[in-house]
């Protein structure tokens, strides 16, 4: 019987170190029996649905040699995958390694690399595992191989001494023999070249993240958005930081000898510039989240996958027993036109925004979400065409989504408009400044979208209640988005800074923005939208890219 990689023993003592962990696993999905003595562990190890031990050995669990010797020497537990935790020292790794363990790590361990061992061990049983099945594949096809040649033997030798068989009945047998192999031999480079496919597709949607939502990623960026944004200190100085600044430069020039009075006034001057800007940005913004915000919207973007040939949907072999997709030796999700498992699905967000009642603007790669996209396109040359599913925006304030459909494409600029059903919907358009002079090399700039998606959202509530939206949606980011509009959950980021250049088809900015920004409307110091974003780069200095608004016109005018 084949052993299931996800369910484990963990033995070590009770201590919150061992809570840690048990948590941080049972957190990632695994059915974790845990023991506090070693001989208890070892009759659980037995139970023929165990794959992985866990054997804490660094405080005090002297028989660890033993354990490991026990769990080598029965053939019950010989494929058993074991991880030590030792002690702190190098060495102790080294002489846990020796024991027979396959892997050992120094506690205290931090429990996200416990999980990540534990995942790759599980990774290596499945890869054993699916090489043992091919060698008893393998075996048996021999054995095949061998009676057929036995048999063989018997009709030649049967042939042979019957002297008056036609030599043409014997050509005729020689023919079909040759015949067999041949039809044998293109079976099976038929075989090897579709298994060559079926890896490759596998391997693409594994990069593309698939359609099912792993929800301890998701949580994990979460985390990581809320502690990013509760430690960040590198913000611009405050307006009532240069207010204090500037009364202690005038308290300083009311004393100041002759010679000091002018650097003073200059660096007066300088704080009272950086402060009318500040104030400035400051009402542009309020402004802006009163007025305009509630007129952008978060979109999702479900892409499905057909079979260029039979119109078939992609879909997933199956789901284990955590609702995860059943995974290759590689770790990729397995794949299938037949059977009636979960269609693979790909989940784009991006950000639109009102231009006229009904139509929304955004990018044409949020519309089309395989338009230069080279993995998307490595799966069309597989034989799969990509094909939207369905889209909605979800605007804030609503209680749930609305359906959208695209309605134009432009071929000169990566942009799109999309119609949505707004009866209900009482939200204004947008104004725009299409004109020359729009944008303005240094003018101050806000920047409104729902960067980063859907993490980002759920980053700004608690950590219970975006652990019980995951666990109640099972997964489905559809159900998660409407739970977040019913909550009223869903706001885009407000996010301020300049123009750094003005270049062709393109504006230059630096107010913070990134994946999940894209078609999001860049407004100026008067509140019109001047640009929509499209584009970041990164790595230098958060710069971002906008299209000017102008390009749109011929979009906006049909």
């Not at 369910?7 to 941080?24: D, I, Q």
């Not at 690399?113 to 008893?136: G, M």
């Not at 799109?416 to 090399?441: E, K, N």
Request: net charge negative; glycine share 8%; with cysteine.
């Amino acid at each position: 019987m084949d052993r299931s990689p996800e369910k484990l023993v963990f033995v070590a003592p009770e201590s919150a170190a061992s809570g840690n962990l048990k948590s941080a696993l049972q957190d990632a999905g695994y059915d974790l029996a845990w023991f506090a003595a070693v001989h208890e562990g070892l009759e659980a190890v037995r139970q023929p649905d165990v794959g992985l031990l866990l054997l804490d050995a660094s405080s005090g669990v002297s028989s660890a040699s033993e354990a490991i010797a026990t769990v080598r020497g029965s053939a019950a537990t010989e494929n058993v995958r074991v991880i030590l935790l030792t002690g702190p020292e190098a060495g102790d790794r080294a002489a846990g390694l020796d024991l027979g363990a396959d892997d050992a790590l120094s506690a205290p361990a931090d429990p996200a690399e416990v999980v990540a061992r534990v995942r790759a061990q599980c990774r290596a049983l499945r890869a054993e595992a699916q090489l043992r099945d091919r060698a008893r594949i393998s075996d048996e096809g021999q054995q095949i191989a061998h009676t057929a040649f036995e048999a063989l033997a018997v009709t030649e030798k049967m042939t042979s001494d019957a002297v008056s068989l036609d030599r043409r009945l014997k050509f005729g047998v020689a023919a079909v023999f040759v015949a067999a192999a041949l039809m044998a031999g293109i079976y099976f480079l038929f075989a090897h070249t579709a298994h060559k496919e079926t890896v490759r597709s596998n391997a693409t949607i594994a990069r593309l993240e698939g359609g099912l939502m792993h929800q301890q990623d998701l949580i994990a960026q979460v985390r990581k958005l809320r502690t990013k944004e509760a430690g960040s200190s590198n913000q611009p100085a405050s307006k009532d930081e240069l207010q204090k600044k500037a009364a202690d430069l005038k308290a300083k020039m009311s004393t100041a000898g002759s010679n000091e009075v002018a650097a003073l006034q200059k660096q007066l001057v300088e704080t009272n510039i950086r402060l009318k800007r500040i104030e400035q940005n400051s009402d542009a913004a309020e402004r802006l989240i009163a007025q305009d915000v509630p007129s952008v919207c978060l979109l999702h973007v479900a892409v499905a996958f057909n079979n260029q040939k039979t119109g078939q949907r992609l879909r997933y072999a199956g789901l284990n027993s955590q609702g995860e997709p059943l995974q290759d030796s590689d770790g990729n999700p397995i794949l299938t036109l037949e059977g009636r498992g979960p269609e693979v699905m790909l989940d784009v967000f991006g950000t639109g925004f009102l231009v006229g009642s009904g139509r929304l603007l955004t990018n044409r790669h949020v519309a089309e979400p395989w338009w230069k996209n080279d993995e998307i396109k490595d799966l069309t040359s597989q034989g799969f065409q990509a094909q939207i599913s369905s889209i909605h925006a979800y605007f804030p304030g609503e209680k749930h989504g609305l359906a959208a459909e695209i309605q134009e494409i432009s071929q000169e600029a990566d942009l799109a408009t999309m119609r949505i059903d707004d009866a209900d919907l009482r939200r204004a358009a947008l104004a725009v400044d299409s004109g020359p002079a729009a944008a303005v090399r240094g003018e101050p700039v806000v920047s409104v979208g729902y960067a980063t998606g859907l993490a980002a959202i759920l980053a700004r509530t608690d950590e219970d209640t975006a652990q019980r939206i995951l666990t109640q949606s099972g997964g489905n980011v559809s159900d998660v988005l409407d739970e977040l509009s019913r909550r009223d959950l869903i706001r885009p980021l407000v996010t301020q800074g300049h123009i750094g250049d003005i270049l062709p088809g393109k504006i230059v900015f630096d107010a913070q923005t990134t994946s999940g920004g894209s078609g999001g409307p860049l407004f100026n110091h008067q509140g019109k939208v001047i640009g929509v974003t499209f584009a970041v780069l990164t790595g230098f200095g958060g710069s971002n890219f906008g299209i000017p608004i102008r390009l749109s016109q011929p979009l906006l005018t049909q």
